[in-house]
C-alpha cells in the first residue's frame, strides 16, 4: 500500500504535464539563415617560394595506442590479441624504466616518468 500511492501521483503528474504540453501552442519551425559560402578556390596553383610545410601538425601517439595499433593490423582473436598487447605495453614500460635509469631518475620519481613515458 505504501508504493501504490506515489505511483499514483507520479501517474497523474505525469498525465498533468502531457495534458499541459499538448494544450500549447506548437512551436514555430523558421527556416535557417541561408549560408554564406566560402569564396571558390582559384584554379590555379598560387606561387610558393618552397618554406611553406603542411599546415597539420605531427600528432603524438602514445606508445600505448601505437601497440593497439600494431596489434589491430594483424587481425588477431581476441586472447591472442589481449596477449600481444600486454606483452607489448609491458615491453614500453621496460624501455621507459631504461629511459629513466640512463637518465638518472629518482627513484621515487621513476613511476612517474615511467607512466607519463608510457602515455606519451
Not at 596553383?45 to 602514445?62: W, Y
Not at 581476441?78 to 638518472?104: F, G, N, S, T
Amino acid at each position: 500500500m505504501r508504493i501504490i500511492t506515489p505511483v499514483v501521483y507520479a501517474g497523474l503528474l505525469a498525465v498533468s504535464i502531457y495534458a499541459a504540453l499538448a494544450q500549447t501552442s506548437p512551436i514555430q519551425y523558421t527556416p535557417p539563415a541561408p549560408e554564406v559560402q566560402a569564396p571558390t578556390k582559384l584554379a590555379y596553383a598560387a606561387p610558393t617560394d618552397g618554406a611553406q610545410k603542411s599546415a597539420k601538425p605531427a600528432v603524438r601517439v602514445s606508445k600505448r595506442d601505437a601497440c593497439r595499433q600494431k596489434i589491430a593490423a594483424r587481425h588477431l582473436k581476441h586472447r591472442e590479441a589481449r596477449d600481444k598487447m600486454q606483452l607489448c605495453v609491458a615491453e614500453a614500460r621496460v624501455e621507459c624504466l631504461k629511459q629513466a635509469i640512463d637518465r638518472h631518475v629518482h627513484p621515487s620519481q621513476r613511476r612517474l616518468f615511467v607512466r607519463s613515458c608510457v602515455a606519451s
